[in-house]
């Protein structure tokens, strides 16, 4: 058997209680970047409608993660508003549900 083996691990040990002694006892400010938002609606007819409307309880990824294709175009978009609406509460003003869905079909 290597014989090295318990000292390097001694050693290592010592070198991370060290470390996180030394952390512990100094109190510096930490400072760090916040990464960039990325979660943004596109640019498109309506934006500050949905802007208005749709920010409120959720980031703009629920938009962006919905799959694309000729199935998720108006009718899929409408359904997704008044579910907003319907189910989780959303208050949104009737005469901007058009805008919104044709915003969305159009983006998205
Ligand atoms: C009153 C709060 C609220 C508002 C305002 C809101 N949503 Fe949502 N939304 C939710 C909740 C709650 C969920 C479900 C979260 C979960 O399942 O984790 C959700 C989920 C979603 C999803 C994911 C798919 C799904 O059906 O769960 C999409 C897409 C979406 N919202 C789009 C919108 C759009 C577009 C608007 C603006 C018209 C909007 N939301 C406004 C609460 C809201």
Request: hydrophobic content about 45%; some cysteine.
């Amino acid at each position: 058997m290597n014989r090295r083996v318990p000292l390097v691990l001694f050693l290592s040990l010592g070198a991370v209680t060290a470390v996180g002694l030394g952390r512990a006892v100094t109190a510096a400010p930490v400072n760090y970047k916040l990464p960039e938002e990325t979660a943004a609606f596109k640019p498109g007819p309506n934006l500050e409608v949905v802007q208005n409307n749709c920010t409120a309880c959720h980031s703009a990824d629920y938009v962006n993660i919905q799959p694309r294709g000729p199935k998720f175009k108006k009718d899929f978009w409408q359904a997704e508003v008044t579910k907003m609406i319907k189910v989780y509460g959303a208050t949104i003003d009737d005469a901007d549900v058009p805008k919104i869905v044709e915003y969305l079909a159009a983006t998205y």
